[in-house]
């Protein structure tokens, strides 16, 4: 009788890529604390400066949650950039200052969410369109739409809407620990339940999950809820800040762009089905720390932009040189 | 036929595509704890009766009855549900979720809306259990690390617990090297010991002799003939291609058409290979065999320049070879025919005549004409296409829609226009009809005859030694003996297994 065991392969080189993005947070946090220290730098060292540099990437993060979902079902969503700049828009508008008004404010909001997030979904599903073209058709439409009713910042938020961007809860920024929640929410929902397994299971092979009976186009609109959701909170949160709604505001901030990048950085694939929202935290985490490098190291924001692009660009090749697959 | 009552039972299916008749009042039973094989060359209609079989097609006419019970399926969950299971050729297992994630896909135990592990874990194990202490393999290992013998074991042990009544294996050895057919092997004797019917869907006669206890051959569509006890393997391959198998491989090289020595290796090597010396004749045609893994690929990648050997020594035709990249090995003229066509050889969406001038235009300059190469113009191109006899509609059209064996005949005349020295067939006949396989051997020889030195890489034992003049065996990366025509396969088996001392009928 021969033993399977004997046959399996080694796959210490498989683990290793799976903890990559922790090793590459690991080698961004080693580099931001070696340039604060040698500028003599300390007072960035301190738990507060911590919560600053991630209270700088609140709305990344936000997004990036909801981009993996749309990645890991092998799509994409490229709406979310306007979806944001309508969802602030729109939340502030009908606040106007009234505290009265921030309940239906935010529901306005999250059905705009889930309005588009639908719609992609079943552009992709049902009409099969291609990810990146439907999701940027439902920019460009929801661009024209904003830019056409507003064209500068509209609506104002009430103070007491600001308590979502401003605000502290024992010490630590209230957005922060709604991000933190939403983190801890994505992982339970990628990990411990059906759903979760369902979205790793219809992004890995769309054909073994219906085969397996899977509802697959369910899971695809799902995900793009998820992801629209999550956009038009990150939304909200920018019309707090701002403490009015801005129709640049999330274009301006690429956050499409961006989103996506960090995905990436964290090792979600782009032909989808591995990663996780560990690995996209990682990548934001990793992104604002070069932020807060470049800035302690006095560099100007051009070389920061060339240097964020050979960093997605060298995280991506790490990956692809590591499992030798299609990686994007 | 006698003993119980049948598991499954087709009879009378019928299927017609767009007017074409693809399945005709075919019969099919088969009773639990027995494996029924289904023979018959591509396009005899064995695929299209497992699609009636689970519901992905509906027939036109016939019943299929499960234990005696009519079912008419709608949709493949409902014959997944009435205990039918398909284990395709093409694994249909996540490779980036874990043993026990994918023997749940899709129907994963919950409580509370949360997934419960720990029922997964022990079904998942409860299931491979059954198949023997020797299997370890632990459900939270993610699949992409098995090798390919202990993934099928997961597909089956899907199936299993998804308490398949009937399991039709597609092919089920086509990915798998002789050691892991052997675990495949005891598989299947275990789900027979169990009670599941098992169809059994393949080409190759050793299997259908080891294991099958009823054959019934497919051919146009229609049952040609069903045997209730296994005969001859000739008996069967004759009702498969309704002819003898007599000239099925080409004959063997005359001593006067083997030439001069071609290609000459001493003492070659690299990473994966090791000490490798020998010559290659015109006009001769070189089998290697070997296990999987064993170094043959990786012998003719290294020949061929694409991982190239680090010390040793290599002549082509008196001149050094040793190459760094496959672009100095063509120019020098070897020419490689991969095993894998649809990845590595051919650019689907081009014409077949594209496909044939592909590797002529890539030596030639740049800026000049595609239809005229220094080598080849295009309607040399597709004269050279017709010599080998690719049959196509036009060879203006798409190479996709042609059969397997037109598509690697295509291929050889892509290198023909080359006049290649060394011509390399990595698995020639892989995925291609018995019918057409013949067609091929035929090709290699007249090759051969026209003074092109062959290697022929192939992991069909019997094609190596029907068509091959001279059989090399390697293990482990190096080569572990040189056998002439006429070497039984229990001799060649036992060199690659390294096994001198066992018995013979191990092969």
Redesign the interface.
């Known amino acids: ?5 004997n ?3 080694p ?1 210490a080189r ?1 683990r290793m890529e799976r903890q990559a993005p922790a090793f590459l947070l690991a080698a961004a946090i080693m580099i931001y604390a070696v340039t604060a220290l040698s500028l003599g730098l300390t007072r960035f060292l301190t738990p507060e400066a911590a919560i600053s540099i991630l209270n700088r990437s609140i709305a990344l993060g936000m997004t990036a949650a909801g981009q993996t979902f749309a990645i890991l079902v092998a799509s994409i969503d490229l709406s979310v950039a306007h979806l944001i700049s309508a969802s602030a828009v729109l939340a502030s508008v009908i606040m106007n200052g009234e505290p009265s008004m921030i309940i239906p404010a935010i529901l306005a909001s999250m059905t705009l969410g889930v309005v588009v997030g639908t719609l992609n979904g079943l552009l992709i599903t049902k009409l099969e369109v291609n990810p990146l073209i439907a999701t940027l058709g439902m920019s460009l439409v929801i661009q024209g739409c904003l830019a056409s009713f507003y064209t500068s910042f509209s609506g104002r938020v009430p103070s007491e809407f600001q308590f979502f961007a401003y605000g502290e809860v024992s010490g630590l920024p209230f957005s922060l620990l709604v991000l933190i929640a939403l983190v801890l929410l994505a992982w339970l929902l990628l990990r ?3 759903f ?3 979205i ?2 219809v992004g ?2 769309r ?3 219906r ?4 509802k697959t186009a369910r899971v695809v609109v799902a995900a793009h809820i998820i992801c629209s959701l999550c956009a038009a909170l990150a939304g909200l949160y920018l019309a707090s800040r701002l403490k009015s709604g801005s129709p640049w505001i999330g274009s301006e901030g690429a956050y499409d762009l961006e989103s996506i990048a960090v995905v990436v950085i964290g090792g979600t694939v782009l032909s989808g ?2 990663g996780g929202i560990w690995g996209t935290t990682a990548g934001v985490v990793i992104f604002s720390l070069i932020d807060s490098i470049f800035n302690l190291a006095g560099i100007d924001a051009f070389a920061k932009q060339v240097m964020r692009g050979i960093i997605i660009v060298a995280a991506v090749a790490f990956y692809a040189v590591r499992s030798k697959r299609m990686v994007a | 036929m006698s003993g119980p009552a049948p598991a499954i039972e087709m009879r009378g299916i019928s299927k017609s595509f767009t007017g074409v008749k693809a399945l005709r009042d075919v019969g099919f039973d088969c009773a639990p704890g027995e494996v029924h094989a289904l023979a018959g060359e591509n396009g005899a209609g064995k695929s299209t009766l497992m699609k009636v079989l689970s519901g992905v097609y509906r027939p036109d006419a016939g019943t299929i009855a499960i234990n005696g019970i009519e079912h008419h399926f709608k949709h493949p969950m409902d014959a997944l549900q009435a205990g039918i299971s398909i284990i395709y050729q093409e694994f249909s297992l996540l490779p980036e979720r874990t043993v026990a994630q994918n023997i749940f896909l899709g129907r994963e135990p919950t409580r509370y809306g949360i997934v419960d592990q720990k029922v997964m874990d022990i079904e998942a194990r409860r299931v491979i259990a059954l198949f023997g202490p020797s299997h370890h393999i632990k459900p939270d290992t993610v699949v992409s690390d098995l090798d390919v013998a202990s993934q099928q074991l997961v597909e089956i042990a899907k199936a299993v617990s998804l308490n398949a009544k009937v399991i039709v294996m597609d092919e089920p050895t086509a990915a798998l090297n002789d050691a892991e057919c052997e675990v495949l092997f005891d598989l299947v004797e275990t789900l027979k010991k169990s009670g599941v019917a098992v169809i059994y869907i393949t080409h190759r006669m050793r299997e259908i002799t080891r294991l099958a206890d009823r054959v019934t051959v497919l051919k146009d569509g229609a049952v040609a003939v069903s045997f209730d006890a296994v005969p001859a393997p000739d008996v069967i391959v004759h009702a498969m291609v309704g002819r003898d198998i007599g000239d099925y491989y080409a004959p063997a090289a005359l001593q006067e058409e083997i030439g001069l020595t071609m290609l000459a290796v001493r003492g070659a090597g690299n990473d994966r290979l090791n000490d490798i010396s020998f010559d290659l004749r015109a006009g001769e045609i070189a089998g290697f065999a070997g296990l999987q893994g064993a170094g043959r690929v990786a012998l003719a990648m290294a020949l061929f320049g694409a991982s190239p050997f680090t010390r040793g020594e290599v002549s082509l035709a008196g001149r050094p070879a040793l190459f760094r990249n496959p672009r100095e090995a063509i120019r020098a003229g070897i020419g490689l025919l991969p095993g894998d066509r649809k990845a590595e050889a051919l650019v689907l969406m081009q014409s077949v005549s594209d496909n044939g001038m592909l590797t002529a235009r890539s030596l030639s300059p740049v800026t000049g004409s595609d239809r005229k190469t220094p080598f080849v113009s295009d309607q040399e191109m597709n004269r050279l296409l017709e010599q080998v006899d690719v049959r196509a509609a036009d060879y203006a059209h798409e190479i996709k829609n042609l059969s397997g064996g037109n598509q690697q005949k295509a291929i050889v005349a892509r290198w023909l226009a080359l006049n290649p020295k060394l011509l390399i067939f990595i698995e020639p006949t892989r995925g291609i009809d018995v019918n057409a396989k013949a067609g091929i051997y035929h090709l290699m020889r007249d090759l051969a005859r026209k003074g092109t030195a062959i290697m022929m890489v192939s992991s069909d034992l019997p094609e190596v030694l029907g068509t091959a003049d001279r059989i090399f065996v390697m293990r482990s990366g190096e080569l572990a003996g040189e056998f002439p025509r006429g070497v039984s396969e229990a001799q060649v088996m036992l060199a690659a297994t390294g096994e001198i001392t066992t018995k013979p009928e191990a092969a």
């Open positions: 009788m021969i033993s399977l065991a046959l399996a392969r796959f498989e411990f339940t059906r979760g397994s369902n790793y299971s890995g092979n054909d073994t999950a085969a397996a009976g899977i089905g591995r």
